[in-house]
């Protein structure tokens, strides 16, 4: 593999020196503490009374010290208090992984170790929770999970386990997330928490409330109790950008061989959206004897959500050749002016409304001998989502200049332009449904051994059936009147949006009336549909059933466990089938594939204990990830036109899964009980890597002109399962708590991931670049606490990654780094305020395409994305 080394070397002397240096004075601040240094033991984590950001720290590293196989964790600081915000949020700043934010600029989505978040699972106490999602950020259903429906407060620890074990179901390529709330026997009695805080968005110059609670009981006997979380959150969030929407298309337009590149739409756009969240957790706990538990855990959660996006730009689809004053840079074309045209004025806005709700319900029954543990468990998980999408966009005649030039895309149209020179052209309504659906039930044996090198054997079996379904339902309306009159609606305001990315008002991006445009819509009649739109539709049973058997070993120095498991997965793919230009029945039809196949996945997981505060872990396994449910559809549709020929989609429900190897090597000195230095190296062989390709078939073509039927060619784009690669990478660890209330916490991942290339690449001289992988992630905190207060500053820095290919180009998130603050003041041993600042320092975030070899090429910024800053205050409060 190509390893960079020059440019790993200036990371590591970037990201690591000082980090090193610190880690080399460990033994200094350690040797004080060597005389009356205790052996931390296992049990011993459970008896750390969790009070305050240090001990939530050493109870986190004590996990990762006395685990089996490799994992990292995150601890509440206390019942119902959280590092951070949210579940992603505190994901972050474990080592080798990275966050993705949504449109409205939260993090919702977690890579691990360069994979994209489809390619990890997250398990809610151990088990899949169903998701849904009524976000227009999130287009197509996945498998990624949705972060946004489990609040932080309800958390109690998240474990991320990065090498694999057999009890622990199969599904991730990077790894898995297990997210756990607290139990009410394992609580103090009669327990309350509750938080009261204000979220103040800057963007958006708004205030919402964000109120959360837990309470805890048990009895006297301490054999039953039960306890009850809550959380209301509202938002209110603002995105401004200036893009290149369209991508950037390109063109011979000197006739030369050399195609030149061009924007497809510069201009200006402000994405607002609200949404409120409620989530609610009910868990009873009842031991019903010494050998015999009950647990049943319960989860709703109810998210509504608007959001409305308006964008401006002046048009510059079509070619080159009539672009005045062109200032072309290593074949971009990055600035130039537009002879006035009646098109030239763009403006486009579209408004969201949905709702998706989520409840999973548990119940694991224990039974506990002296030498064997019986474990039963049952679920349901249900999802729903609903969003209503109303689109519009409007032309004007206008001349336009742009500007790409120092990386900022700008446009400027005629001066005397207003709201009333545009007209309708084109408006529609989209009614968008999800649900997903899940039962399981799973056994486990555990059987302890006397004596020898093996201490115990775990077996086990589960069979679950899981359910994903989606529809849309397209309506299209006029945009000429019954006796011709052009459309304008008098949907725009006078204004134009106001204090745009920091700058007053924007001078092309007017205010708009959502709610008059709405009120339209529902009093018109549509010229087409509603019809399903059939790119989006299908329906998707799958069923998965798996046995493992697992030996856990404890020897002398040695410990760890080493399993295997095989699971079948069966696939029940419908959709429907479209064969012809129009919509009539006679060119809908339904389609059904079936599809199974076997993984055999072993793995083993050896750790030695060098001495009593090193640990040297190896792993060894092979694991699966499951095709995307979007992938998988038996949806296909195409057409064939003069212009164009005959071009088509398809899904494909014959994909086999991810498949990859991977080990694991790490060594880890805890210098103390509350500090770590570490370094982990790591390497997947990916076997393959599902990619859409367009690839030529023979389709039966029903001319809907003539009716006649034919077979053509038709060019068809369908992911298929790809050429493999390779990811490797390290990550170092160093965690410390410092004198006099100061503590450190830092880790630097560098991942290494190459795909193979397609004869087509190689011949164009295309990279083959790995979704979602960030070559170098950098997260540092410091903090200080004592008995009163506490505050910590944090810094998670990512670098750049590709994220989708457009008209051939890839696509790329620039890296972002961003700080965040945290203080805390406890005015009573019951009542503590609290301050968090999100993006203190009010970082952009930009997106570049790439050029003809799939790199990121500076000439084509492709947006910046102003998120602005985000503040909380609040209190909370214990009973």
């Known amino acids: 593999m190509n390893k960079k080394f020059s440019a790993l070397a200036i990371c590591i002397k970037k990201a690591l020196v000082p980090s090193l240096v610190l880690g080399a004075s460990a033994s200094v601040f350690a040797a004080d503490e060597q005389a009356d240094k205790k052996k931390v033991t296992k049990e011993d984590i459970e008896q750390i009374e969790v009070r305050g950001y240090a001990a939530s720290v050493e109870k986190s590293i004590n996990m990762k010290r006395f685990s089996n196989s490799v994992v990292d964790a995150v601890s509440a600081e206390d019942i119902g208090k959280f590092p951070d915000q949210t579940v992603a949020d505190a994901l972050q700043r474990i080592p080798g992984v990275q966050v993705e934010k949504d449109l409205g600029g939260e993090?919702?989505?977690?890579?691990?170790?360069?994979?994209?978040?489809?390619?990890?699972?997250?398990?809610?106490?151990?088990?899949?929770?169903?998701?849904?999602?009524?976000?227009?950020?999130?287009?197509?259903?996945?498998?990624?999970?949705?972060?946004?429906?489990?609040?932080?407060?309800?958390?109690?620890?998240?474990?991320?386990?990065?090498?694999?074990?057999?009890?622990?179901?199969?599904?991730?390529?990077?790894?898995?997330?297990?997210?756990?709330?607290?139990?009410?026997?394992?609580?103090?009695?009669?327990?309350?928490?509750?938080?009261?805080?204000?979220?103040?968005?800057?963007?958006?110059?708004?205030?919402?409330?964000?109120?959360?609670?837990?309470?805890?009981?048990?009895?006297?006997?301490?054999?039953?109790?039960?306890?009850?979380?809550?959380?209301?959150?509202?938002?209110?969030?603002?995105?401004?950008?200036?893009?290149?929407?369209?991508?950037?298309?390109s063109t011979d337009a000197n006739q030369d061989g050399n195609a030149e590149f061009y924007p497809g739409a510069v201009g200006y756009n402000r994405y607002a959206s609200d949404s409120d969240l409620d989530t609610a957790t009910v868990t009873l706990q009842y031991a019903a004897n010494d050998n015999l538990d009950f647990v049943f855990n319960n989860l709703y959660s109810s998210s509504e959500h608007k959001s409305f996006g308006t964008y401006s730009s002046g048009f510059?689809?079509?070619?080159?050749?009539?672009?005045?004053?062109?200032?072309?840079?290593?074949?971009?074309?990055?600035?130039?002016?537009?002879?006035?045209?009646?098109?030239?004025?763009?403006?486009?806005?579209?408004?969201?409304?949905?709702?998706?709700?989520?409840?999973?319900?548990?119940?694991?029954?224990?039974?506990?001998?002296?030498?064997?543990?019986?474990?039963?468990?049952?679920?349901?998980?249900?999802?729903?989502?609903?969003?209503?999408?109303?689109?519009?966009?409007?032309?004007?005649?206008?001349?336009?200049?742009?500007?790409?030039?120092?990386?900022?895309?700008?446009?400027?149209?005629?001066?005397?332009?207003?709201?009333?020179?545009?007209?309708?052209?084109?408006?529609?309504?989209?009614?968008?449904?999800?649900?997903?659906?899940?039962?399981?039930?799973?056994?486990?044996?555990?059987?302890?051994?006397?004596?020898?090198?093996?201490?115990?054997?775990?077996?086990?079996?589960?069979?679950?059936?899981?359910?994903?379904?989606?529809?849309?339902?397209?309506?299209?309306?006029?945009?000429?009147?019954a006796d011709g009159e052009t459309y304008h609606l008098g949907m725009f305001a006078s204004d134009s949006a106001s204090d745009f990315m920091g700058e007053g008002a924007n001078a092309i991006l007017w205010q708009f009336d959502n709610a008059k445009y709405a009120d339209w819509i529902s009093s018109t009649t549509p010229t087409s549909g509603p019809y399903e739109h059939l790119d989006y539709t299908f329906d998707l049973e799958e069923t998965v059933t798996a046995g493992y058997v697992k030996a856990v070993f404890d020897y002398n120095k040695w410990r760890g466990n080493m399993g295997v498991r095989a699971v079948k997965t069966e696939l029940d793919s419908r959709s429907v089938e479209y064969t012809g230009r129009s919509f009539a029945p006679e060119n809908i039809q339904d389609v059904e594939s079936t599809n199974s196949y076997d993984d055999f996945l072993p793995s083993v997981n050896i750790n030695y204990d060098l001495a009593d505060d090193v640990v040297v872990r190896f792993a060894a396994a092979k694991v699966m990830s499951r095709p995307d449910y979007d992938f998988l559809s038996a949806r296909k549709s195409g057409y064939c036109a003069a212009a164009t020929g005959c071009k088509g989609t398809e899904g494909n429900p014959y994909l086999k899964p991810y498949r990859a190897t991977q080990y694991d090597l790490s060594a880890e000195w805890y210098f103390n009980e509350s500090s770590i230095l570490s370094f982990a190296y790591f390497y997947k062989d990916i076997d393959s890597y599902i990619t859409n390709a367009t690839v030529e078939k023979q389709w039966t073509w029903t001319d809907p002109d003539t009716g006649i039927e034919e077979v053509r060619d038709f060019l068809v784009t369908q992911p298929q399962n790809g050429l493999g690669g390779e990811n490797a990478g390290f990550e170092v660890n160093y965690t410390q708590k410092l004198p006099y209330g100061f503590g450190i916490q830092t880790n630097y991942t560098y991942s290494d991931a190459e795909l193979e290339q397609t004869a087509e690449q190689k011949e164009a001289g295309e990279e083959a670049v790995l979704p979602n992988n960030s070559e170098d992630t950098f997260n540092a905190t410091v903090y200080y606490e004592n008995s009163a207060f506490s505050a910590r500053v944090s810094y998670t820095y990512r670098s750049e990654y590709f994220y989708t290919n457009y008209l051939g180009l890839n696509q790329y998130k620039d890296g972002f780094g961003q700080y965040d603050l945290n203080m805390s003041y406890n005015v009573t041993e019951n009542l503590n305020l609290i301050f968090q600042a999100i993006n203190l320092t009010n970082e952009e975030q930009k997106a570049t395409s790439g050029n003809s070899t799939g790199m990121p090429d500076n000439n084509r910024p492709l947006a910046i994305h102003d998120y602005g800053r985000r503040f909380l205050l609040g209190a909370q409060m214990k009973f």
């Open 107 to 249: 993090s919702d989505r977690v890579s691990i170790r360069g994979t994209a978040p489809h390619l990890n699972i997250t398990l809610l106490n151990g088990q899949n929770v169903a998701s849904a999602t009524a976000s227009a950020s999130i287009t197509r259903p996945s498998r990624g999970f949705n972060y946004s429906l489990l609040p932080a407060e309800l958390v109690d620890t998240l474990e991320v386990y990065k090498s694999a074990e057999a009890d622990i179901d199969e599904g991730s390529i990077g790894g898995t997330v297990v997210v756990k709330t607290r139990k009410p026997l394992d609580s103090e009695a009669n327990y309350a928490a509750l938080s009261v805080k204000a979220f103040h968005f800057e963007n958006a110059d708004e205030t919402k409330p964000y109120l959360s609670g837990l309470y805890s009981w048990k009895n006297e006997a301490q054999d039953f109790g039960f306890n009850v979380g809550f959380i209301h959150k509202e938002t209110a969030t603002q995105r401004d950008s200036k893009e290149v929407r369209f991508g950037y298309r």
């Open 316 to 481: 510059i689809l079509q070619n080159i050749s009539n672009v005045e004053n062109p200032v072309i840079v290593d074949g971009t074309l990055v600035a130039g002016d537009l002879p006035a045209h009646n098109n030239l004025g763009y403006y486009g806005n579209a408004g969201y409304e949905g709702e998706f709700k989520t409840q999973a319900h548990d119940l694991k029954v224990t039974y506990k001998a002296d030498n064997y543990t019986v474990t039963g468990q049952l679920g349901y998980s249900k999802a729903d989502g609903e969003v209503s999408d109303v689109y519009s966009e409007y032309y004007a005649n206008t001349d336009a200049s742009f500007t790409l030039e120092n990386g900022t895309p700008d446009v400027t149209l005629s001066a005397d332009l207003s709201p009333q020179d545009y007209r309708l052209d084109y408006n529609h309504k989209n009614d968008i449904f999800n649900d997903s659906k899940e039962i399981y039930g799973q056994l486990d044996v555990e059987y302890l051994l006397d004596g020898g090198f093996f201490t115990a054997i775990k077996a086990g079996v589960k069979y679950r059936e899981h359910s994903k379904a989606a529809s849309l339902m397209k309506a299209n309306y006029p945009k000429v009147s």
